[in-house]
């Protein structure tokens, strides 16, 4: 085996051995420790207790019937929230089940770790179902990225006074699964160590937090403001303590994986329902100090509370404007409501969102992975419009944000392929904003973000992914933004500047040399993608010269096609293939992310081309089948990057949609069963790989409906629906998909009708929907007769 692919691998399971032999060590025992506490009165009734007014409504609802009909009175109860959060390695999706408003600024979500040992890869959310103990409640959170992200403001009960040096293991704690509960907007676990049990609800900005202290104990509570995941960092913070007001309040500024063009300052503000008895500041890993109030970098606090049978109630807001905003976010949100009535407002809105897709049909496991990935669509990106309808803007001002939300920490990379397509279908309003908020961003920041953190774009990732989310949502109609501006930064951007790596070799040598331009052929793909997706829009808004010059250079990706190899791979500037060329290896260095496999099929912008270069559409596909089966007869891909087709990650996941493009959309139909039903399920390890702002889960939720979008176009590819019926409640009407004689075995697409009339081709597109309408499905257990190619 090659060096570095040995090494990486020897690395990973090392880290993996190490993993399961501190589970195998874990000796807590089944005892939950809640010492007699009773949740009757609480909305996380479990069932499990002698209350026998089961309403359905309770986030802790045990009951798993197999009723074939969803509806939106019982649509939360689908939703489970620990999917996606173990896995091991590449197999761990950075799912957290803590609790969220839909889009809300603030995450209430708890960080665990095991004993202190926190694998790099494996805690990027905050949070791994594996791990058995809780370091802490934090109050922001990326969902589903690759990499530590946010995470601050950490929160914790003790059972008693801290002494001594104060440091995390002093005040972490053990906790039991069965006494985990979390549903839309709400979170909840018993803490052995701290003898609490804790309770979290979301609203926007704000949140509230019941914390109900066992009998005897000695009630504390650690704010932790310098707290961070590794790869951060806590430049400086302040906490000040008001006694008086029974709050404390201050600021975190702070850096880290996905925020490292130069971080943020996220200010917070926190109301308690008890006067303290007792408080003090701490520097982390010191004693605790006489004190209100300290700024530094390793900053905390706690405070003390006279015993009683009554839980204590936080209430907790954060602002990106100032601590006087965090106030105020808190007062307009949470001040005058209790706990339940804070966790009942998240529910409805839950609802709302969830109830927009009615499936029937499949079972009860196909349910719950379709709406858990509608709600993972929800947890990004985030609504940073505050209580005073104003936003921190990418130039360091608060602004105004009118009648739209001011939406950022989008993911564009990974998001444009799936996640924003949907959001056009769906929530042409919400899709608007997010459009005018990325404007904003270009026109406030001097350039369109291709990774959009809080308060700046982190530049992470590759190329320019904007563009073909601005492109594709013009060409379906979503134009309620400032779209004009929009393609002048888009434009500025492919023309000049730094926003495309490699530009000046990509305009006059027409491919980018790997002893020039590091990762070539990743860089190529994707920057032909963004003009192709240019050259339609362009089309569209009247401009021909700017249209004809994209669409030339969306073709550029071929001169990297070697026809020895049959991939696309590194070329140098003398016109030298770059040796030795490992196809296979996904720890390729030469490629982002992926290897030659999983990048010489990007280009569905240009199939007729792409056909070209193997010689026909039928070879073309020949090789991109043998991919698949190459994955399917090889390892599955979960712990370590997948060779051939790699369902984890987003360079390739689009290419089982390639064969519904080039006459073979039964392929297309054999491999996306395939996927769902080896890739995906309903367990911790329920997504393949990282989600990425929701990436993945709107990957699934486009399959099981049974049609994919073509990027930067306005086209849908037929696939393979899931269900017997799904009703989407668009705006202007709804769309009923319908699949007749639909089962694991009638997985092929015999015929498809759509508003009545007969599809000739395995395709449809944006406008015939968009109002709603009916797309009918009928299946058989045998391919139907080759479709035409896409276009002919």
Not at 383 to 399: K, L, M, S, V, W
Request: glycine share 10%; with cysteine; aromatic share 14%.
């Amino acid at each position: 085996m090659r060096f570095f692919q040995s090494c990486a691998w020897a690395f990973l399971l090392l880290t993996a051995i190490a993993f399961l032999a501190s589970c195998a060590a874990d000796d807590d025992d089944d005892d939950s420790g809640q010492n007699g506490l009773d949740d009757d009165s609480s909305p996380t009734d479990d069932d499990d207790d002698d209350n026998d007014n089961d309403d359905d409504s309770s986030p802790g609802d045990d009951d798993n019937d197999d009723n074939d009909d969803t509806t939106p009175a019982d649509v939360l109860d689908e939703v489970d929230p620990y999917i996606g959060t173990g896995g091991l390695g590449y197999g761990y999706a950075a799912a957290y089940p803590g609790a969220k408003y839909p889009h809300g600024m603030i995450t209430l979500n708890p960080n665990t770790t095991r004993n202190g040992f926190n694998p790099y890869q494996q805690e990027f959310s905050g949070y791994n179902y594996s791990d058995p103990q809780i370091r802490g409640f934090v109050h922001t959170q990326l969902f589903g990225v690759g990499g530590p992200a946010e995470g601050n403001l950490l929160v914790m009960p003790m059972k008693e006074k801290p002494a001594g040096d104060i440091r995390e293991a002093m005040f972490r704690s053990a906790f039991a699964k069965e006494t985990e509960i979390a549903t839309p907007g709400y979170y909840s676990a018993y803490l052995d160590d701290a003898q609490t049990r804790v309770e979290l609800a979301a609203a926007a900005n704000s949140g509230v937090e019941r914390f109900t202290y066992a009998a005897g104990v000695s009630p504390y509570f650690i704010v932790w403001p310098s707290y961070y995941q590794i790869d951060g960092w806590t430049y400086d913070s302040l906490i000040e303590i008001d006694a008086g007001e029974q709050a404390i309040s201050g600021w975190i500024d702070y850096s880290g994986a996905q925020n490292k063009s130069d971080g943020y300052v996220v200010y917070y503000a926190l109301t308690f329902s008890r006067p303290f008895t007792d408080s003090a500041v701490w520097h982390y890993g010191g004693p605790a100090e006489a004190g209100t109030s300290l700024q530094a970098p390793d900053a905390g606090a706690y405070v003390g509370f006279a015993a009683t049978a009554e839980p204590l109630i936080v209430k907790v807001a954060i602002s990106f404007q100032s601590v006087a905003q965090a106030r105020a976010n808190l007062a307009a949100q949470v001040a005058d409501a209790d706990f339940d009535t804070v966790w009942l407002a998240a529910r409805a809105a839950w609802e709302e969102e969830l109830g927009k897709i009615e499936v029937r049909g499949g079972t009860p496991r196909l349910r719950r992975m379709f709406y858990t990935a509608l709600y993972h669509t929800h947890m990004m990106p985030s609504d940073f419009t505050e209580a005073n309808n104003r936003y921190f803007g990418y130039d360091g001002q608060t602004h105004d944000s009118g009648s739209r939300r001011y939406y950022t920490e989008m993911s564009l990379w990974d998001t444009y392929r799936t996640y924003h397509p949907f959001l056009d279908l769906l929530d042409p309003v919400r899709a608007a904003d997010l459009l005018q908020s990325l404007t904003d961003m270009y026109v406030q920041g001097g350039t369109v973000p291709r990774w959009a953190g809080a308060v700046r774009d982190t530049g992470s990732m590759i190329e320019t992914p904007a563009h073909i989310v601005f492109g594709e949502a013009y060409l379906k109609g979503v134009r309620d933004f400032d779209y004009q501006t929009a393609y002048e930064g888009c434009y500025a951007q492919a023309t000049g500047g730094s926003a495309r790596d490699c530009l000046d070799q990509y305009i006059n040598l027409h491919f980018l040399p790997e002893d020039q331009c590091y990762r070539g052929v990743s860089h190529i793909t994707e920057a032909c993608r963004a003009d192709a997706a240019l050259s339609k829009w362009a089309d569209a808004l009247g401009l021909p010269a700017d249209a004809a010059l994209f669409l030339e250079r969306s073709r550029y990706y071929r001169n990297h096609f070697d026809p020895a190899t049959g991939f696309l791979r590194p070329k140098n500037a003398d016109g030298s293939w770059d040796t030795p060329f490992f196809p296979d290896n996904p720890f390729n260095e030469h490629y982002v992310e992926g290897d030659a496999w999983q990048y010489t099929f990007c280009a569905e912008h240009d199939l007729e081309g792409l056909s070209a270069l193997f010689g026909s559409t039928a070879a073309m596909t020949a090789k991109l089948e043998e991919a698949f089966q190459l994955a399917a007869d090889g390892p599955p891909g979960i712990v370590l990057p997948g060779s051939y087709y790699w369902a984890g990650n987003e360079p390739d996941i689009f290419y089982p949609y390639i064969f519904a493009q080039a006459e073979r959309p039964d392929l297309t139909q054999k491999w996306t069963r395939w996927i769902v039903a080896t890739k995906f399920g309903d367990g911790p390890d329920g997504l393949p790989g990282n989600d990425d702002g929701g990436t993945m889960s709107s990957w699934l939720l486009f399959t099981m409906l049974g049609f994919f979008p073509l990027n930067g176009t306005d086209i849908y590819l037929i696939g393979s629906p899931l269900f017997d019926e799904a009703v989407l409640h668009l705006p202007d009407g709804d769309l009923i998909v319908t699949a007749t004689d639909n089962s694991p075995e009638n997985l092929y697409v015999q015929a498809v009708r759509l508003n009545g009339e007969l599809l000739a081709d395995p395709w449809f597109t944006h406008d015939r929907i968009a109002a709603g309408g009916t797309l009918e499905f009928e299946m058989g257990p045998q391919p139907a007769a080759a479709a035409k190619p896409l276009g002919k």
